[in-house]
């Protein structure tokens, strides 16, 4: 790297890191918090899992389309900065206290402030910083490497500051989105014009009509069909931590020994996103999607099919496989097959929204299977219908690779 993409690559990595840190601090232990402290039961859980959902998936169409428009400026992310650092008195003063009083007033501004700010958010800021790193040239699986890192050191102390005081966790995820917003005012906009007269055309031109012929396209709707069967992992870990927690002796050793194995499989996880540029650009974007659709399959259907501590930990750490080369993939199969000027439209309606749509319609039931059939037997439904989905996207799905050449370096000839 020279010295200018050296900067950028260490600052958007700053920002994914502590993007990041602040979520972890914050939900990792959602469901223990949910379940332990506000008293709710699964299905409960569930709806609030489900009012995320519905937020995210309305605004995650209109940050792809903003993000577009804004180019490579760094307003939406200014926003994003701010609602981070209400995280901490937000958990604490409003949304456990609406909660006790209304369970559905506080699940909706409960989905309000956690689906703008992580759900919607999370794809906002990585399809920004995928932008910059083409232009930069820096592969943007070795910056979300820093994101994946920011999770796992979060995590990695939440069990013990559950332990002592929830609100320790909360008050740690605006601190860390002080350092977040410090940042990102380091973050000059890089050639804003780049864009225009390069690959990505003149992003100010970019007009609604210019999303909505999206629809229109049947490869937009066969990355759908693949993302509604991967989306399933999303609805897989929202409670998993209570499954998990509920294979030891008592809910404290669990709650500790979850933050360990989220930690571990978030650092493995940081290790795969480095590598997984490697392996997708060797098989190709198509063959890496249907790879992480696999191991995901396996890893649902193994936790429903295994039993104890250890086995069930070994299904969990397949996330560190899977969700690397899931998302270098996606971009990657972006870029080669859709106009790159709408990227982050694409990334947060045809990946990110779909997901969240999913999780809204599958989160109650997923919580009603948890309460009625038990997490075991709701597993291996899960797992059947992500293999039924991934063996129909290897049809749908169009095998082409990426070779946009970097915008600040010469093409390979």
Excluded at 209 to 219: E, G, K, N, T, V
Aim: proline fraction near 3%; charge should be positive.
């Amino acid at each position: 790297m020279n010295a200018a993409t050296k900067k950028y690559y260490v600052l958007l990595s700053g920002l994914l890191f502590f993007f990041f840190f602040t979520w972890s601090s914050s939900f990792s232990l959602i469901s223990i918090w949910l379940n332990q402290q506000v008293g709710l039961k699964g299905t409960e859980t569930g709806i609030i899992f489900s009012a995320i959902s519905l937020v995210a998936l309305c605004a995650q169409p209109l940050y792809g389309f903003v993000q577009d428009k804004l180019g490579l400026r760094k307003n939406l992310l200014w926003v994003i900065g701010l609602l981070l650092l209400l995280t901490g008195p937000f958990f604490i003063f409003v949304y456990a206290r609406l909660l006790a009083y209304h369970l559905l007033f506080g699940a909706l501004v409960g989905g309000l402030f956690i689906g703008a700010t992580f759900f919607a958010g999370i794809g906002a800021l990585e399809s920004y910083i995928e932008k910059v790193s083409r232009i930069a040239g820096f592969e943007f699986g070795r910056a979300r490497m820093w994101g994946s890192l920011g999770w796992a050191a979060a995590t990695f102390c939440a069990g013990f500051n559950f332990n002592i005081n929830p609100d320790i966790n909360f008050w740690v995820a605006s601190g860390s989105a002080v350092i977040f917003l410090l940042l990102l005012s380091r973050v000059q906009v890089i050639k804003a014009d780049a864009m225009g007269q390069l690959e990505y055309g003149k992003t100010d031109r970019l007009a609604l009509a210019d999303a909505l012929s999206l629809l229109r396209l049947p490869r937009f709707w066969s990355l759908v069909v693949f993302v509604l069967g991967v989306s399933v992992y999303g609805v897989f870990d929202q409670q998993f931590a209570v499954y998990f927690a509920a294979q030891f002796p008592t809910q404290q050793q669990g709650n500790e020994m979850y933050g360990f194995l989220n930690s571990l499989q978030v650092f493995l996880e940081a290790g795969g996103m480095f590598l997984a540029p490697f392996l997708v650009n060797r098989i190709g974007a198509k063959n890496a999607l249907l790879l992480s659709g696999a191991v995901m399959a396996i890893r649902i259907l193994g936790s429903g099919l295994v039993e104890g501590a250890w086995l069930i930990s070994a299904m969990k750490l397949l996330h560190a496989v899977e969700l690397p080369i899931l998302l270098v993939a996606m971009f990657k199969y972006i870029a080669a097959n859709f106009d790159p000027r709408l990227s982050a439209t694409l990334y947060l309606v045809g990946f990110q929204f779909v997901t969240q749509i999913s999780s809204s319609l599958l989160s109650p039931l997923a919580g009603y299977g948890y309460d009625r059939l038990g997490f075991a037997d709701t597993y291996l439904l899960m797992g059947l219908a992500v293999s039924g989905f991934v063996l129909l996207s290897c049809l749908l799905l169009r095998d082409e690779r990426d070779t946009t050449p970097s915008l600040l370096q010469p093409a390979m000839k």
